[in-house]
């Protein structure tokens, strides 16, 4: 998917003649928006998931040393 068009390009290579400038501004706005919101939620996701490895890791007993 990292080949994909965003969706500010995909509007842009649409035919969108019959809508108004502001209303194309505005779906543009939009677009961004949705895409940051999911890398925002991607990039937590992801974060989230290091974390509970790192402490999964850390509470394997076979690494676990003896005193």
Known sequence: MKNSKSLVELLDSADITYISET???TAIANA???E???E???SAT???K???AKIK???NPRTMKHA
């Open 40 to 42: 925002v939620v991607a």
């Open 32 to 34: 961004e928006r949705a």
């Open 46 to 48: 992801q974060s989230v």
């Open 57 to 59: 890791a850390n509470l």
């Open 50 to 52: 290091n974390f509970f």
């Open 23 to 25: 209303e194309k501004y």
């Open 36 to 38: 940051y919101i999911v």
